[in-house]
Each structure stands twice: as structure tokens, then as C-alpha cells.
């Protein structure tokens, strides 16, 4: 595969349980003599990743093939954060917020105890400890910046206020925003759980990102902005669909996470690229992103993500550079930072700061 745009690059939208490496959890399980479907990185890699497209529900079973090995370890749970910074770093990504449910990776305090695992002694609060510890690392190794997104789920509402008080204990560690992801298909009106969450981080001034019209309606996008103040939507494709909501968007210069890859494998988008809503909001000059989502389960890398936009949708290098700059504008670091890593693009782009998008 050509890399086509060798240069620094921003992702905002990426699962860390979508984003482990095949033979970290080979080497884990063993540890834990725990047996696997496949003993090895190819036929554990056939057992996880989804090839043909599927529906979003069929992919977020996916998950249930590896998060017990993870889960409930600590030594497994700093590992793939740092592990996670180490392949970002050499996908040449330069600023990466990583998402993740710090319940999917506890074994106490979460109600019901995810996996099928036995109670432990890991809560969701040291699962954040942890993985702040496996990024700090990770950032000082390969020298980077990580920062990460803590995500309710939307069929765990009772979840989401111990989500918000995380993201308040932690926010100078390293965690810069709350999430809601999960499947949007199955619950699409976000229940008051969630919403009383949303509403503590307006008021707290935590940074809040949402998965909508990724297979849901335009309404839920719309709920996403106007109820839970979401100040960037992950995917967002089926805003397409209600062209008021639409112009409003573009308008207010929201920031769509776009997930090539990821849409397609999830059956969010039309299989052919060639029909790709981010091409809309390419010819729109939209503010969006693009990024993998799930690394690990769609078996690919950033750089396919980028080699798909410019085969099949024509994207050039000047239209990386903008998106990627777009992208530095609308992430989660305070401004100080934020301006630094602007600086940064702009050296590597060849641009003087004056260059307007
Ligand atoms: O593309 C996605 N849409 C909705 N939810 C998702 C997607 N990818 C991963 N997730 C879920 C499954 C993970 O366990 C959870 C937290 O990272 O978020």
C-alpha cells in the first residue's frame, strides 16, 4: 500500500478496545491461560476482523471476541495504551485523542460486569489511571501527544454520571472529553442517564463528543447538537439526509469525525466509495476529520483510510493538509496548545500562518 500523504497527520475519532494489537492479546491470554479461537496472529486476525460489510450490530459483537482477555488486567491495560501510541506515532499521526469505556475494562464497581468476567478488584477508576499511565508513556517513547475520550454507552445509561466524574477527577491527566457511543440503531433518543452526564460537562466545561448518524436518523445528530451540546459528531453521515440540519451545520463549522473504512464495514455508507458522503462534505469545505475507528477489527491502518479518499474519491494532498488543519482547530487541547500544534502542521505543510482555509 502507497502512503499518500507522508506527512503529520491529526485523528480524533479511534476506539483503544478497536485499536490492539492481534498478538498482544494472544500473548496476554496465554499469560492468563485463557484459550482463544485461533492460536495464531492470522487466525486470530480471520476470528476478529470484519471483511465483507455487515451491519453496525453484527460489528459491535466483534468486540466480545477479545475484551475478556484485556479486560480486568492491569499489566494488559497500560500495555495496549502504550502499544496504541507506539503504532499511531508510526502511522505519522502527531496529536491523537483516543476513545474508550473505561466499564468494558473493569471487573468491580460496573454493574453488570461486562465480558462474563468474575468480580475483580479493577474499577473503571483505576482502568483510567492506567491507561492515562500507558499514554504518558507511550507520548514520552515515541514523542507524540495523546489525550483521551472517556465514552458512555448507549444501552448503559446508569454508566454516564460516573463517566462525567471521571472525566472532571482526570481532566489534567490526560482525558479532555465525554463520548456516547455504542449502538445508535438499537435506542436512538438519548436517554436522561446520558443527558444529566452531558449537561455536567457543559456546566463543568469538559469537552463533549457524540456517535450519531452514523445508521441513525438525521434526529439523532440534530439531539446530539441541540440536547447534549455536542461540540463534534462522530460520523454524522445521515446528517446528509436532512439538508436544513445540514446548512445549520456547516454554518456553525461543527466537526464530523469521518470513518471511511469503518463506514463501510459497518454497512453505515454504500460499500462503493465512489458514493461517499465525506465527498459531499469535501465539496463543501466542511470541517471534518478522517480517522480508523477501529483499527484492529477492520484490519487496516490511517493510511488506508487516506489511500481510499484519494482512489476513489479524488481527494489531493492540498485538501489533506486542509482537513488535517480543520481537524488541529477543532480538537480537545486547551487554545495554548492548540496553537502549538497548529504551528506544528503549518511548519510541515510548508504554509505561513496566514494561509486562510
Ligand atoms: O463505530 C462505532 N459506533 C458506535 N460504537 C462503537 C463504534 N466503534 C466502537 N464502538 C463502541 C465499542 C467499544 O467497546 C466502545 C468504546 O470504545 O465503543
Known amino acids: 500500500e502507497p502512503v499518500v500523504f507522508n506527512k503529520p497527520k491529526i485523528e480524533l475519532h479511534v476506539h483503544l478496545d478497536g485499536a490492539i494489537r492481534v498478538q498482544t492479546i494472544l500473548d496476554v491470554a496465554e499469560r492468563r491461560g485463557i484459550t482463544l479461537p485461533g492460536k495464531t496472529v492470522e487466525e486470530m486476525t480471520s476470528v476478529i476482523i470484519v471483511k465483507e460489510p455487515a451491519t453496525l450490530t453484527k460489528f459491535l459483537g466483534k468486540f466480545a471476541e ?93 454508566w454516564s454520571m460516573d463517566i462525567i466524574e471521571l472525566c472532571k477527577t482526570y481532566r489534567h491527566q490526560g482525558v479532555v472529553a465525554i463520548d456516547l457511543a455504542g449502538d445508535e440503531s438499537l435506542n436512538c433518543e438519548a436517554f436522561p442517564g446520558h443527558r444529566m452526564a452531558y449537561e455536567e460537562a457543559v456546566r463543568c466545561g469538559i469537552h463533549r463528543t457524540v456517535h450519531a448518524g452514523e445508521v441513525g436518523p438525521p434526529s439523532v445528530v440534530k439531539e446530539a ?75 487496516s491502518t490511517l493510511n488506508l483510510d487516506y489511500n481510499t479518499a484519494h482512489k476513489y474519491m479524488g481527494f489531493t494532498e492540498e485538501e489533506f493538509k486542509r482537513l488535517n488543519i480543520k481537524s488541529a482547530e477543532s480538537c480537545f487541547l486547551p487554545e495554548e496548545e492548540k496553537r502549538e500544534l497548529l504551528q506544528k502542521l503549518y511548519k510541515a505543510y510548508g504554509m505561513t500562518r496566514s494561509t486562510v482555509f
Request: aromatic share 8%.
Open 66 to 158: 477479545y475484551m475478556h482477555v484485556i479486560a480486568g488486567d492491569r499489566e494488559a491495560i497500560k500495555r495496549i495504551a502504550y502499544e496504541f501510541v507506539e503504532d499511531k506515532a508510526k502511522e505519522g499521526v502527531i496529536y491523537v485523542e483516543v476513545r474508550y469505556s473505561p466499564h468494558f475494562l473493569a471487573n468491580t464497581k460496573v454493574d453488570p460486569i461486562p465480558w462474563q468476567q468474575e468480580e475483580g478488584d479493577l474499577s473503571p477508576d483505576e482502568v483510567v489511571r492506567l491507561v492515562n499511565e500507558g499514554l504518558r508513556q507511550g507520548e514520552r517513547a515515541f514523542n507524540i501527544k495523546a489525550r483521551s475520550i472517556l465514552c458512555c454507552m448507549r444501552h448503559m445509561p446508569s
Open 225 to 299: 447538537v441541540e440536547v447534549l451540546k455536542a461540540e463534534r459528531v462522530g460520523h454524522g453521515y445521515r446528517t446528509l439526509q436532512d439538508q436544513a440540519l445540514y446548512k445549520q451545520l456547516l454554518a456553525q463549522n461543527m466537526h464530523f469525525e469521518i470513518c471511511p473504512i469503518s463506514s463501510k464495514l459497518t454497512g453505515a455508507c454504500d460499500p462503493d466509495f465512489t458514493k461517499h458522503p465525506v465527498i459531499t462534505f469535501r465539496n463543501d469545505q466542511a470541517n471534518y476529520s478522517l480517522n480508523t475507528d477501529d483499527p484492529l477489527i477492520f484490519n
